[in-house]
Nanobody
Framework: QVQLVESGGGLVQAGGSLRLSCVAS????????MGWYRQAPGKQRELVAI???????NYADSVSGRFTISRDNAKNTVYLQMNNLKPEDTGVYSC????????????WGQGTQVTVSS
């Protein structure tokens, strides 16, 4: 089993920055894609950014140019640098990772709250 633990959330004013981290631990074979998702109050969870093991990235249009996802494979850690934050970025940010163990297995962290005040 793999556990994901996020950190780095908090309260920030619009225009500010935050950096989220997510560390995978446990019995890890080979984590493939890692990513960040968020859920705002009353809305469905949405993709923010994902990164493959080789470093290819994909971003939601709403964060492209402001957020940067990166990872350290040796540390099984993924980061999300968030700059120029907007009130609409407020939500619970959850880390996701997947492995292939005969089938694809998805793992989720518990989430970290990000609140951007105007």
């Amino acid at each position: 089993q793999v556990q994901l633990v996020e950190s780095g959330g908090g309260l920030v004013q619009a225009g500010g920055s935050l950096r989220l981290s997510c560390v995978a631990s446990g019995v890890i074979f080979s984590i493939r894609t890692m990513g960040w998702y968020r859920q705002a109050p009353g809305k469905q969870r949405e993709l923010v950014a994902i990164i493959t093991r080789s470093g290819s990235t994909n971003y939601a249009d709403s964060v492209s140019g402001r957020f940067t996802i990166s990872r350290d494979n040796a540390k099984n850690t993924v980061y999300l640098q968030m700059n120029n934050l907007k009130p609409e970025d407020t939500g619970v940010y959850s880390c996701n990772a997947d492995e292939f163990r005969g089938r694809v297995i998805d793992y989720w962290g518990q989430g970290t709250q990000v609140t951007v005040s105007s």
